[in-house]
């Protein structure tokens, strides 16, 4: 037992020759120093660490406004498109129904026929309501990947002169559970973002209109 003592005693004493050391090695070289140098007021000047709103930016972004109201559009003309299959579907399957309370048919073959024809429909109905969901899925990985890729190239643009080492995304506070407002630049990326895109198209036309 008294050997540990011993031991412990030498391994402090060590370790604050070592800590002394290595401060007292910096401060008699202060060139080997690393040295960060921040502007006033930059909001790095804690840490060079920046984040970003995503859903305050996907709102803002003229490019994220005219690819929404594409995609709002290729939604609308499917929804009409299946609308107005699904009309005719239940046209066809009432007026079968209606003859065939008035034994309309004059043969069973012929009422089973027009029933086999009215289950086509509908199974081309269920197809069309499926490749469109297929379609409509790809449009959103499209327009996904193009905002993506357009804010990533961006933001190397952005960053030449801010000179952040860390730049993370935060959606409604999921990613980051806290942070001081300093640290938040999606006002200043979203202005950057719309100066170098331009104005929103469909922001434009609608103002025409």
Known sequence: MKNNYVISGILAVALILLYILHFTSKTNNPGDQVRYEFAPGDSSIAFPIAY???DSLLINYNLAKDLREALMRIEESSRASL???ERQVQTAAQEFQRKIENNAFLTQKRAEEEQRRIQKMGDEYQRMAQQLSNELGL???KVHFQLSDSVSS?????NKNKNYEVILSNTASDNILF???KYDITDEVIIFLNKRYGPATATSNNEKK
């Open 52 to 54: 970003i709103n995503v």
């Open 83 to 85: 609308t107005q299959k």
């Open 139 to 141: 449009e959103q990985e």
């Open 154 to 158: 961006a933001l190397k643009d952005f």
């Open 179 to 181: 942070a001081h407002p």
